[in-house]
């Protein structure tokens, strides 16, 4: 099934996020959405960002790469299934770049998210330079490799998000999301539980084209999900943007 996660990044108090939750619920209604929506709020919002009628799951957007114990401000793995949360995202370009979060912390949080009994939603995807040398695919082999550790039958999302493409408002082509979907599922072709999304300055325009023609198996959206009605119609359940 598609799956469409919304990431809020740091937005939304407790308040702004049950009143998306609630005109959210609104737009769906009764439907069988027939596509997997997540919400992906602050660690504060988790609570108000939640469905009573579980319509949509939740996910944290990062986790600590520690168990539990003296960590200031981390937030383990545990805590996050505790507070309802079903997926992780581990490894944000914005992770890794502003906290230089590398391979091997990143493979560290995908051990805890897995003892938690929870999914990750694995980011990758190239720098603007690495693109202009030509090194996307080997980009995609090394950052793969950081799930060499992750067993093979469990269930996993990987979204592949061009780092010049976030929060850029220049989507990849779909031919760019085309070629670097069939090398990831190369990559993955052991796994045979995983979702290959896309991410990077997704819209209401660009997203029917985008799914359709290049193969992916859903989106991680930013910006264009702070908007109940944009992250409907994105994920092709109405509403309008
Ligand atoms: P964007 O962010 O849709 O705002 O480009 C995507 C992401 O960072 O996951």
Not at 192 to 207: D, K, Q
Not at 208 to 217: I, T
Request: net charge negative.
């Amino acid at each position: 099934m598609n799956l469409f996660v919304a990431n809020w990044k740091m937005n939304k108090t407790r308040e702004e996020s049950r009143d998306y939750a609630r005109r959210l619920g609104e737009i769906l209604g009764d439907r069988d959405p027939r596509v997997e929506l997540v919400i992906a709020p602050p660690y504060t919002a988790l609570d108000a960002a939640r469905d009573p009628g579980g319509r949509w799951s939740l996910a944290g957007q990062n986790v600590a790469a520690e168990t539990e114990g003296a960590y200031t401000g981390e937030v383990s793995a545990r805590m996050l299934a505790d507070a309802g949360c079903r997926y992780v995202i581990v490894g944000h370009s914005e992770r890794r770049r502003l906290f230089g979060e590398e391979s091997g912390v990143l493979a560290r949080k995908l051990t805890r998210v897995r003892e938690a009994g929870l999914t990750p939603i694995y980011c990758l995807g190239e720098t603007e330079e690495e693109r202009e040398e030509g090194l996307t695919a080997t980009v995609l082999v090394a950052q793969v490799e950081t799930l060499g550790g992750d067993p093979d039958d469990a269930p996993l999302v990987v979204a592949y998000e061009p780092v010049w493409a976030i929060g850029t408002g220049k989507a990849a082509t779909v031919e760019d999301a085309r070629s670097a979907r069939v090398h990831l599922a190369e990559l993955l072709s052991a796994r045979r539980n995983a979702r290959i999304l896309y991410g990077g300055s997704v819209t209401t325009e660009n997203a029917r084209a985008l799914l359709d023609e290049s193969g992916v198996d859903g989106f991680l959206i930013g910006g264009a999900s702070l908007k109940p009605a944009a992250f409907a119609a994105i994920s092709g359940i109405g509403g309008d943007s």
